[in-house]
């Protein structure tokens, strides 16, 4: 069982940055593929960005692309997003992700991943 837990949500104004992190409880994220995905009220869950457990392939929702930055650093077990030049149609719960993947495989899915973080509000005034 993987426990996620995410943090580095908050409440800023349009062009500004944030920074998400997603880290598990008890267990080493070394050879899972990670991804985030992000809900609004009313909304199915979307996907943000996903990175293979090798860190080496990436993949991006086209309405982030140049905007938001995925990264992990396995020594520190935690997987991060880089949230830059944000708008309020941003603003939504971030939700991380994890499943079990080939070193450079990447999930782009809901139904990729079997383990869920609580999620993290992001809120981008305009």
């Known amino acids: 069982q993987v426990q996620l837990v995410e943090s580095g949500g908050g409440l800023v104004q349009a062009g500004d940055s944030l920074r998400l992190s997603c880290s598990p409880s008890?267990?080493?994220?070394?050879?899972?593929?990670l991804g985030w995905f992000r809900q609004t009220p009313g909304k199915e869950r979307e996907f943000v960005a996903a990175?293979?457990?090798?860190?080496?392939?990436?993949k991006y929702a086209d309405s982030v692309k140049g905007r938001l930055t995925i990264s992990r650093d396995n020594a520190k077990n935690t997987m991060y997003l880089q949230m830059d030049s944000l708008k309020p149609e941003d603003t939504a719960v971030y939700y991380c992700?994890?499943?079990?993947?080939?070193?450079?495989?990447?999930?782009?899915?809901?139904?990729?991943?079997?383990?869920w973080g609580q999620g993290t509000q992001v809120t981008v005034s305009s």
């Open positions: 992700a994890a499943t079990i993947g080939r070193a450079h495989w990447v999930g782009v899915n809901r139904d990729d991943y079997g383990y």
């Open positions: 008890g267990r080493t994220l070394h050879t899972y593929a």
């Open positions: 990175i293979s457990w090798s860190g080496e392939n990436t």
